[in-house]
């Protein structure tokens, strides 16, 4: 369904006032509410102005905070392939726990190389495997990964049909050897 611009308007503004009220203190209609909007969104972000989506992803974040954790993971998982996403939700997503984040960490088009570089300097082990898992990463992503990266990670790239022998240091295959055999060494005591 696709709605005019002053009804995006009203229909913000309703939202708006179901976060603001006190409806919005009873889980399972901030559950519900959190549902909603991210159903509108995903049918009307690319028909929408960019004030309309920061106004609607303002909301969702402010609703998200509220929600269980399983609901954090549905919203990441809904949000994490929509290019209309303001950035600033799709980093919220990708700095939580590892559940919340793979989503967005592995699909989303909204975060750049900047952004990714950023959040490997930042992030735990869990949030670069997930980054490393990502479609189309750049030579400089790459490389940001591998200054960092443990075995999983090393194994990951590996598999990773995006990532080209050129993002290779030399001798990485020696490296990652012999990282590798450590680990298993390190296993057999």
């Given amino acids: 369904?696709?709605?005019?611009?002053?009804?995006?308007v009203s229909v913000i503004?309703?939202?708006?006032?179901?976060?603001?009220g006190s409806v919005a203190h009873?889980?399972?209609?901030?559950?519900?509410?959190?549902?909603?909007?991210t159903n509108y969104f995903n049918s009307n972000a690319h028909s929408l102005s960019t004030d309309q989506r920061l106004a609607l992803a303002d909301l969702l974040f402010c609703v998200m905070l509220r929600c269980r954790t399983e609901l954090k993971i549905w919203l990441s998982n809904q949000l994490a392939t929509n290019p209309y996403v303001p950035k600033f939700l799709i980093y919220?997503?990708?700095?939580?726990?590892?559940?919340?984040?793979r989503p967005v960490l592995e699909y989303s088009?909204?975060?750049n190389?900047?952004?990714l570089i950023g959040l490997i300097e930042i992030s735990q082990e869990s949030h670069k495997l997930a980054i490393s898992r990502r479609a189309n990463l750049t030579y400089v992503v790459v490389q940001k990964l591998l200054q960092q990266a443990n075995c999983e990670i090393y194994s990951v790239l590996e598999k990773n049909r995006s990532?080209?022998?050129k993002a290779w240091p030399?001798?990485?295959?020696?490296?990652?050897?012999?990282?590798?055999?450590?680990?298993?060494i390190a296993g057999s005591y």
């Avoid at 919220?92 to 984040?101: G, T």
């Fill in 1 to 8: 369904m696709v709605f005019g611009m002053s009804q995006s």
């Fill in 13 to 20: 503004d309703n939202y708006r006032n179901l976060v603001n």
């Fill in 26 to 37: 009873n889980v399972d209609q901030q559950e519900q509410i959190l549902t909603e909007l």
């Fill in 92 to 101: 919220c997503l990708a700095l939580r726990e590892i559940e919340i984040a």
């Fill in 109 to 111: 088009r909204v975060l």
């Fill in 113 to 115: 190389e900047n952004d």
């Fill in 163 to 165: 990532v080209t022998k």
């Fill in 170 to 184: 030399d001798k990485s295959d020696q490296i990652y050897g012999s990282m590798s055999s450590r680990d298993q």
